[in-house]
Every structure is written in structure tokens, then in C-alpha cells.
């Protein structure tokens, strides 16, 4: 038997009849049991959310705030623990924190102390909207009361910080669930924050997508934020729309990385490497579509060649690993077949390509050129470790490709010449477009996408105000 790990709701540690396992996806072994929350504890977990909420938003800002650094306390002295967790059920390898270290388990730890601290050091301050001298008009934010988050399985803990942590500091209450394929960590990081707020204010509920709609269609959900696939969002949206409240969604993205004629492949591969490939490209704002002009193509082929074949791959417990495992089989047979998929449409595999065999779902990291827009690896998102390089002449035409699909979250330009990148990047359809790096969010700048990617930010001023209704106060003098 292994051991089941609990839900929190309402402070206490909830168990259920029914569980699953989760699963070492680097090695195939049972990590431990997940309870499958029933309907009725999903509207308990929603119910206590509900009474808490009316105290925790009357605590002053400055009470509030000090829990949350406590918050941010617990996550720093729970590190090593929850870092194993990452790397045991998600895959990515321990690595390190710092520029010069592999961003892995550890690294995911420090974000999430890090997208504590800031949120909790952020503020909404009265905004004056209009004042003259027969009115003031003054805009409050006021928090929406209970949020329904649902996760998916690449970052499990960041990405239930990123949740949380915005909207309890904004006054609300929480009910997580998160991904099937990583619960544990995630209930762990729930229980050992639980232990410094009042009980109520953060609250779990686990199992598979039937669960998170359970969640998201409770009556006493007032906002939903969503990260995962399109999809599941179109549904959560429905969900939704039919209570008319409203969502944050996070959805899939398809990013284009375009390298202007002036770029320098040398100097610029590590930056792109880690675009691509960072979490074995399970990342929703990876570069997933490379689009180099004619000139450096060759030099950036063999470039990023020689970075994707000197990473050491395996299990992420062993120290030195820097890339993992897929997470899950659905994944990996998708990343399977797009690259099949590639092999028939006469694509040439640069390096990787083959499966490794078991156990785990190791695939190596996969470089492929002559492909061309239309095919299925550039126009699905493989979200795993396989990048289609592809050649162009023009940069008009670089930049309608990068357009050209239904997706808008991230996009990256690089070039030697940044104004010159600034005006290519203004002409792109998506949420962030980076120069000379990719993939880089901050907690202080709003990230979000546009198009099939979703809508809505997280992080920084913008994602607070997310999480807030606009009250205005509108005084006659
Ligand atoms: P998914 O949509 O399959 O699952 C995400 C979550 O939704 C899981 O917790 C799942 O149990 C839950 N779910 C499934 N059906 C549901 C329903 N009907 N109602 C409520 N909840 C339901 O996605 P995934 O496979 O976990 O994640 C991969 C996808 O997420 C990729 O497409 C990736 O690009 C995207 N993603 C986006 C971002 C972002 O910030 N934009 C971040 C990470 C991942």
C-alpha cells in the first residue's frame, strides 16, 4: 500500500473512498495515492472558501501582506522537500538556482517564494478617476470572493502559486485543483501554507477533469482561472458564461522565434535553447516554431545541434541532469507522432528522433529542418523536446507566419539590431514579444495571451487587478 496524500479543506486534512496513483514518470513507480474528491467535498472545499473569505478580506492590507510573506517563509523552509516532489512527479531534474544553473526543480521552488513575496509586496491604491469641482469619481478594487483554480502538470507548483497567491492577496479565497498527473506536490505546497492562514482560505480538491468541473460549475465560484489546454478552456468558458463570471485562461501557445539576418547563431543559440527545451519544452510559452533567415541558417542548425546533444538527460534526482523525462505517456505519444508525422512530410531529423525505450518516457531533444508551414509539427504545438527549424527569405514573410495560426501567447525576435527587432516585434500577434530572449517572464510584467491562447494576465499590477472587481465610488461635491 502506499501512502495517500490528503486534500485541505477547510484546515483539515480530507481523504476520499475512491483514489489513484501518481506515477515516477522517469521510472514508471507509484509515488503515492491522490484522493478523487467527491462533488460533495468539492462544495465543501467551495462552502469553506465562501465563509472565509468575508474575514480574510476585512484583515487589514498590513495583516494580510505579513501572512503572506509567512507564506513565502514556509515555501523557503520547505524547499528541498517540495523540490523532490517536483522532480519526482513532474521529471524535471533537481538543477540549480542562479544564471549559470540548469532551471529545474529548484529553480520552480525559488519561483515560487519569489511569486509570493512580490505579490504580497504589491498594492491596489484608491485611483481617482475623474475630479473636478461638481464631482470625484474614485475606482476600489474589491475582491471577487472565491476563485476555482484548475492546474495542469508542467510547473504544478509555480503555476498553483501564480493561482493563489495573486488572488488571496487581493482578498479572495481559493479552491485549487490540481493536474492528475501531479497532485502530490501540489496538495503538499497547499498543506504546508495552510499551516500560516486562516483555515478555509486556501483549500484543495484532486482527481481528474471531471472533478475540475465539479469545481468550476459550483454556484459559489465567482472567477475561475484556468491553465491548460484550449480545449478544456473553450469548456471552462462555457461554464462560465452560463454564471456570467469571469476567467482568467492560460492557454495553449505555438510561439515563432524569428532570427533577423543580422542575429549572431553563436552568441545567441544558449538564449534560444533555453526558449525552446527549457522542461523538455513543456513549457506553454517555449519557442515551439524557429524561423531563421537564409543567410545564418546553417551556423544556427549546428549550433543549437551542439547544445541539444551535450545535455545530459535521465532521472532528475541524479545531480548533473539537466534535462528529464516527458511527463506523461499522452504527451509523449503526441511528441511521438509529430515527429513521425514530420519523418513522412521528407522532414531531415538534425538530431534525436528516436524514441529511447522504457522505462520512462525519455525522448532525446530533436532538432528537424525542411519543414515548412502546414505541416503538422510546425502548426500543433508539440509541447515537449522537439524544435522544427525553418528557413525563410523574407521577413514579411517570417512574420505572417508567426501570424498565421490560431494561437497568440508568446513570440521572440533576434537580431544584433534591437530597434530593428522592436519594429518586427510590434507586427506580431501575441500577448509578449521578446527580443534577444524568449520565454523570460517576471513577476513584476504582465504576462498573458491573445487569440486561441486565452485571455486575461497574470503577474505584476495587472494580474492583481485580475483578480479584482472595479468598484466605482462616484461622489457630488
Ligand atoms: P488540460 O487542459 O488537459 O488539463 C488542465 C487541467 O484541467 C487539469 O487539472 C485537468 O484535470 C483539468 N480539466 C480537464 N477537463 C476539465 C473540465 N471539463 N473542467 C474543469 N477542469 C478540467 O491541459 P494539460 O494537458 O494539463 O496542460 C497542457 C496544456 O496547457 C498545453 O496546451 C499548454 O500549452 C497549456 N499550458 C498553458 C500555460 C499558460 O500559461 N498559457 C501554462 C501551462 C500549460
Known sequence: MTKTYLNTINGQLVGSDKTFESLNPATGESLGSVPISTQQQVSEAVAAARAAQPAWAAKPDAERKA????????????????????????????GGVGPDQVPGARFELWGCEVWTQVPASLDLPVEVAFEDETRRDEIHRKPYGVVAAIAPWNWPLLIAIWQIIPSIRAGNTVVIKPSEYTSIGTLELVRIISEVLPKGVVNTVSGTGEVGSFLV?????????????????????????????PTTLELGGNDAAIMLPDADPKAMAMGLFWGAFINMGQTCACAKRLYVHESIYEPTVQALKELAQAMPMGNGMDEGMVMGPIQNKMQYDKVVSLVDSAKKAGATIVCGGEAKGGPGYFYPLTLVTGLKDGDRLVDEEQFGPVLPIIKYSNVDDAIASANRLDAGLGASVWSSDVEKARAVAGRIQAGTVWINQHGMIHPMVPFGGIKGSGHGVEFGV?????VTRAQVISVKK
Open 217 to 245: 460549475n459550483d454556484p459559489g465560484v465567482d472567477k475561475i482561472m484556468f491553465t491548460g489546454s484550449g480545449p478544456t478552456g473553450a469548456k471552462i468558458a462555457e461554464a462560465a458564461a452560463r454564471r456570467m463570471i
Open 462 to 466: 495587472e494580474g492583481l487587478k485580475s
Open 67 to 94: 501572512l503572506m510573506m509567512k507564506v513565502a517563509e514556509v515555501i523557503k523552509a520547505n524547499a528541498p522537500y517540495l523540490t523532490e516532489w517536483v522532480t519526482r512527479e513532474q521529471g524535471k531534474p533537481l
